[in-house]
């Protein structure tokens, strides 16, 4: 069975870093936490991601510390680099979200600095995890055990339900969509694409993609075409019945009379921003999915198959 060599100076270097990062992560959110005005849903939506990070991150160096997963690095380093992924797309993410519908609506002055630094926390949060995941990424390119988040589709599938994630953040605003069956068919397309992608994601960490009933790459090329097929009617209907007058929709920004409220801070980004990221976080998903069609598609057409790995 192969095996992770793992010195002391990885496991230094992994502290240090997540000890940077619980710092990072931890000013950014304290810093406009207790601001005492109002952020508005994709403003609170960032702070519970500076929060998550820093809560995930100080669970994995306590465990670290207490050596409890020192027994079995492969699977703790499986875990951390897929963390350390998510990790730093939801930063970055964080960052320009925060910066581009919330801060620059702020006056200047106190509170403005103080979001300002926060987005630059966010970002050196953001290069810390990447970092991280460069770091663990050479100790499984000096070893031979693969780790499914370092190969194509694995990455693939990593920003397909972090894409999905931005979207149901987008789409909280339920007013968006409540009035339409189709745009409710939307949702629930995003909301099933994204389980079966993590539903692929817990088997290969689990190690069980081979002990379905079916070979692996079936099951994905099925899974990943379903997916694409749903996207594709979700970027037909989605455009469709939200900017269409023909059906209701509001082709014109200036159209939606929420757009003029700036001073609330429910609107910083007014319903028609939200339903245009929307459209366009839903193409840009299907282009990730098509990608991961045609990487399976080429894998089973020419009938090969990774062996189950190690661990």
Not at 1 to 22: F, K, P, R
Not at 78 to 87: L, M
Not at 108 to 116: F, S
Request: contains cysteine; aromatic residues 14%; charged residues 10%.
């Amino acid at each position: 069975m192969s095996t992770l060599s793992i010195g002391g100076a990885d496991c230094l270097s992994d502290c240090c870093l997540q000890v940077c990062q619980l710092f990072s992560t931890c000013v950014a959110f304290s810093l406009v936490a207790d601001m005492g005005i109002g952020r508005g849903a994709l403003g609170n939506w960032t702070l519970s991601i500076w929060c998550f990070c820093f809560a995930v991150t100080l669970i994995i160096l306590m465990l670290q510390i207490w050596k409890l997963m020192s027994d079995f690095p492969s699977i703790r380093y499986k875990y951390s680099v897929t963390y350390a992924c998510y990790a730093a797309l939801l930063c970055l993410s964080a960052s320009v979200i925060y910066s581009t519908t919330y801060v620059q609506f702020l006056p200047y002055g106190p509170y403005r600095d103080r979001a300002i630094a926060a987005i630059v926390f966010s970002c050196i949060a953001f290069l810390l995890y990447a970092v991280e995941v460069g770091v663990i990424w050479r100790v499984f390119w000096f070893s031979d055990v693969t780790c499914y988040v370092l190969t194509v589709p694995g990455l693939l599938k990593v920003l397909e339900t972090f894409t999905a994630c931005v979207i149901f953040a987008f789409i909280s605003n339920t007013s968006l969509y409540h009035d339409q069956p189709a745009l409710r068919w939307c949702v629930a397309v995003y909301t099933i694409c994204f389980l079966q992608a993590a539903v692929v994601l817990v088997l290969n960490l689990g190690d069980c993609e081979y002990r379905l009933p079916i070979p692996f790459p079936i099951f994905q090329l099925g899974l990943t075409l379903l997916s694409v097929l749903l996207y594709a009617s979700a970027l037909v209907l989605w455009p469709l019945y939200q900017f269409d007058e023909k059906v209701g929709g509001q082709p014109q920004r200036s159209s939606d009379v929420n757009c003029s409220i700036m001073g609330d801070p429910n609107y910083y980004v007014c319903p028609w921003d939200q339903r245009l990221a929307v459209t366009v976080l839903t193409a840009i998903n299907l282009l990730l999915y098509v990608a991961d069609l045609v990487f399976w598609s080429c894998r089973v057409s020419v009938g090969t198959e990774d062996p189950p790995r190690g661990s």
